[in-house]
């Protein structure tokens, strides 16, 4: 069965700097997609970027880029130049069939 | 392009009662699913459309839960009755064509509170 796991409750970064957050999952399918997705105060789950399982290298989207690290089964967000406006929560979700969720994130960015 | 539209944003009901929840997705996206987020947890799936068909209901509570899309289009997600455990936020979400590794683009959400 498909898993995702956050082990990061919690997360602190000051502005400006690099942070990245965790996400490990579990599937035996080759073909798969990985998501990141932010979800501000106002519940709205925003699309960060994509990673498909055969993509030969890491997406990258502005800010964000995924350290995708297949036989690890990890697919770690990070987030350059952390500004105030990211904080928020941050879900991995990972799509075979249905897309399934980690539990979260929260990041919180100090000025 | 305009986003997922949802309403209503906030509803309050007391249990036993029922409930309504509208969505509307991106113009010209096929799928459509609704998903279930409890406080402190990620969404949950609770069933996906492709077109006005079913593709998958597996998490849907159906005894209390129920769901259509009849024109394959917008969509209405309703409980009836309702129980306390079903406060949460109610997500709707849509993508171009849904079988494959496609993203999701979510609406605002529904906020339910059930007292």
């Known amino acids: 069965a498909q898993k995702i796991t956050q082990t990061q409750p919690g997360m602190f970064v000051q502005e400006k700097e690099a942070v990245t957050l965790d996400c490990t999952y579990d599937?035996?399918?080759?073909?798969?997609?990985l998501f990141w997705y932010k979800q501000p105060s106002s519940g709205e789950m925003i699309f960060l970027i994509y990673?498909?399982?055969?993509?030969?290298q890491n997406a990258t989207e502005g800010r964000y880029s995924l350290n995708f690290q297949k036989a690890r089964k990890s697919a770690n967000l990070v987030i350059s130049a952390s500004q105030l406006g990211d904080s928020a929560m941050y879900f991995c979700a990972m799509k075979y069939g249905d897309m399934r969720f980690g539990a979260g994130t929260r990041l919180t960015v100090k000025p | 392009e305009a986003g997922v539209a949802q309403s209503p944003r906030y509803k309050i009901i007391e249990k036993r009662q029922s409930v309504a929840f509208w969505c509307n997705p991106i113009?010209?996206?096929?799928?459509l699913y609704w998903y279930q987020q409890i406080l402190g947890q990620g969404p949950k799936l609770l069933i996906q459309?492709?077109?006005?068909?079913?593709?998958?209901d597996s998490q849907l509570p159906k005894d209390r839960f129920s769901a259509e899309r009849l024109k394959g289009v917008d969509s209405t997600l309703k409980i009836q009755p309702a129980k306390l455990e079903d406060s949460a936020v109610y997500l709707c979400?849509?993508?171009?064509?849904?079988?494959?590794?496609?993203?999701?683009?979510f609406g605002p959400g529904t906020r339910l509170l059930v007292l």
């Open positions: 979400a849509s993508s171009r064509w849904g079988p494959s590794q496609e993203t999701q683009y």
């Open positions: 599937t035996s399918d080759p073909s798969y997609g």
């Open positions: 113009s010209g996206h096929a799928t």
């Open positions: 459309f492709q077109n006005n068909g079913v593709v998958d």
């Open positions: 990673q498909g399982s055969y993509d030969q």
